[in-house]
């Protein structure tokens, strides 16, 4: 009985530390405004005409969805909601009423940033969630 034990003790602590994966954060070598992800919920404050990145680089496969949930102030703000490829061209969904439920299909499979783009000449706060 008792080896049994430590047999199903021995198991379940190799099960377990295989799972554990190491995570690295890194910075995109920009000098625009870097915020980390924090599960797909956002609360930030963008600057004026700023470009703000969310992620870190993520991997995407064609046709995958990036939805988007948030909500800003002032509601009468331009703001730009979408993603950055490795060659910097932004795709984007525009807002101009205050709100935005959509979702983005990304185009092709590769490594993209999250990314809110502030056209407003003043500073605006977002709130809501990303999914992807």
């Known amino acids: 009985m008792r080896k049994r034990l430590w047999t199903v003790l021995l198991a379940c602590i190799l099960v377990f530390s295989c799972t554990i994966i190491s995570a690295v954060a890194v910075e995109k070598p920009v000098g ?16 004026a005409n700023t470009i703000v990145f969310l992620t870190d680089w993520i991997s995407l496969d064609k046709d995958e969805l990036i939805k988007y949930n948030c909500t800003y102030t002032s509601k009468s703000a331009s703001v730009d909601f ?40 003043y500073d605006i706060t977002v709130t809501g969630s990303i999914r992807y």
């Open 32 to 47: 625009n405004v870097v915020i980390m992800r924090s599960t797909g919920q956002i609360n930030h404050t963008i600057p």
């Open 82 to 121: 979408g993603y950055v490829d490795a060659n910097n061209a932004f795709y984007y969904l525009s807002s101009t009423s205050g709100s935005i439920y959509k979702s983005l299909k990304v185009r092709e499979p590769g490594e993209y940033i999250i990314a809110i783009r502030n056209n407003a000449p």
